[in-house]
């Protein structure tokens, strides 16, 4: 083994297991750092009830601040129940709009830009699970990024590594597995390009 490839595994060993986590490194519930994931779904399981228990958007908006780390703009609506399971890497930009029951799965890294709309009932899960039966409690991570002005529409599932181009349209229901180019509309099971916008 050469001096750079020693050096490239140590640069892995050195990395925080949040850094793992969304540069898609595989991480198995043994591994070391484990529990400071843990504290963070425990973390974020306290928010969670607070701010499904808020009586008002602004109320939402300031816990949904709090679970994330990083402040909702007020130009952004989010109706409660909101679902996350980790929480600390949701990034949502300003004017955005999230209906109901929306459940959020962002180890991978969730980026919502300007001027979305979230139908409710829509899951953005960036997690994953190998095959191999040997290995399935290992989890895996990949970023979904929901581009400017895009619509996700009733009750449609992003899955890991996706990008919505802006502009673009998901029909209620699909399951999107492959990244939505700009300006198009989406459906079906998997999602495939139905038109142009």
């Known amino acids: 083994m050469d001096k750079s490839e020693k050096q490239s595994i140590s640069n892995q060993i050195k ?3 949040f850094d793992r986590m969304k540069a ?11 529990p400071k994931v843990q504290e963070v779904v425990n973390r974020t399981i306290r928010f969670s009830a607070q701010l499904n228990s808020s009586t008002d958007i602004d109320q939402i908006r300031k816990r949904l601040s709090e679970l994330t780390g990083i402040e909702v703009d007020k130009t952004t609506t989010v109706f409660a129940p909101f679902y996350t399971n980790f929480g600390r890497f949701i990034k949502i930009g300003k004017g955005v709009f999230i209906n109901h029951a929306c459940s ?3 180890t991978g890294g ?5 001027d979305v709309l979230i139908g409710p009932k829509v899951n953005l ?5 190998p095959l191999d039966p040997a290995n399935r409690k290992t989890l895996v ?4 990024v929901v581009k400017r002005n895009a619509w996700i529409g009733a009750a449609a599932t992003i899955l890991p590594g996706v990008t919505i181009g802006e502009n673009s349209v998901v029909a209620a229901g699909a399951i999107v597995t492959s990244d939505v180019p700009p300006n198009t509309v989406v459906g079906g099971v998997p999602a495939k390009v139905v038109k142009s916008i």
């Open 141 to 144: 991570s990949k970023p979904i």
């Open 125 to 129: 899960i960036t997690e994953n699970h």
């Open 24 to 34: 898609g490194q595989p991480i198995h519930l043994d591994d070391p750092e484990y």
């Open 15 to 17: 990395r925080d297991i």
């Open 104 to 106: 959020f799965l962002d």
């Open 110 to 114: 969730i980026t919502i830009e300007d």
